[in-house]
């Protein structure tokens, strides 16, 4: 099983729309997560980081953090061209220092 | 601020050439990770620098590759004899112990031929 696991992809979603990117981890004591944008041709960027169950909200994007399903996910409102892009789920676990990425999701947006 | 900064941005090298690449942390981060990236795979996970601690080499995939820190500045890899399996883009990240927020830099593509 990997520590770290997204759907592939891709996933199109209509412009306007909510794009939905699911991540699950292996590791139950994991500490943080992170989302990074990837472009095609680029380096990750990072979108947004989440510590604690709940949602966590950065203008179009919610982080939402269920430890005890050992699941994240990101939510895009109102979905525009521009975020089409690999994003990538990132888990620090417990006394570690190093991330664990996903393989990321591809997402494309139809306008 | 300045982000992380990395060079070349291209290398294009012969088989059995040795190459090393560089890397600027974000001032002020004490933590510096290398991955590598091939075409349309995920992060592989190369080294870990945090501070004057011993380096994480887990990830390195030979002996053939190695890096190096001066304190918590820059970094270089380098990777000797390169093969054509070690064509990918290298990348460069940096983040303070406190976050474990990674900011990477714009990589540097790295082909053999």
Known sequence: QKEVEQNSGPLSVPEGAIASLNCTYSDRVSQSFFWYRQYSGKSPELIMSIYSNGDKEDGRFTAQLNKASQYVSLLIRDSQPSDSATYLCAVRGFGNEKLTFGTGTRLTIIP | GAGVSQSPSNKVTE??????????????????????????????????????????????????FSAE??????????????QQEDSAVYLCASSLMSSFEQYFGPGTRLTVT
């Open chain 2, 69 to 82: 820190r001066t304190g918590e500045s820059v970094s270089t890899l380098t990777i000797q004899r390169t």
């Open chain 2, 15 to 64: 088989k059995g050439k040795d190459v090393e690449l560089r890397c600027d942390p974000i001032s002020g981060h004490t933590a510096l990770y290398w991955y590598r990236q091939r075409l349309g795979q995920g992060l592989e996970f190369l080294i870990y620098f945090q501070g004057n601690s011993a380096p994480d080499k887990s990830g390195l995939p030979s002996d053939r």
